[in-house]
């Protein structure tokens, strides 16, 4: 099919043909280019998924640790700590 968008070229190495056939069953009769990029849409969804799993439970964790240290400085630690500094 005729496109203006840009194409690449892939090696097909034995992942890449291991997951294509595990694609064909997935997709029946779909083109060995449809495959590939099926294939890469789908590991784009799972790289978003797990990027955002990863967000989230550093999320989770800040909540969580939120406020646990605010009683080991005393007040005013930081300003009396930046006058020994010179700018």
């Given amino acids: ?3 203006t968008l840009p194409r690449i070229q892939v090696t097909q190495t034995p992942e ?3 997951g294509l056939e595990l694609a064909a069953k997935e997709w ?17 969804e799972t790289i ?6 990863r ?4 999320r989770k964790v800040l909540e969580e640790t939120r406020g646990m240290f605010a009683d080991v400085y ?5 300003d009396e700590l930046r006058r020994d500094w010179p700018e």
Avoid: F, N, Q, W
Wanted: proline share 8%; hydrophobic share 45%; no cysteine.
């Fill in 16 to 18: 890449l043909a291991a």
């Fill in 74 to 78: 005393p007040p005013g630690y930081l």
């Fill in 28 to 44: 029946p009769g779909a083109s060995r280019s449809e495959l590939v990029a099926r294939l890469a849409e789908a590991g784009t």
């Fill in 1 to 3: 099919m005729a496109t």
């Fill in 55 to 58: 967000r989230a439970e550093r």
């Fill in 48 to 53: 978003a998924a797990k990027r955002a799993a």
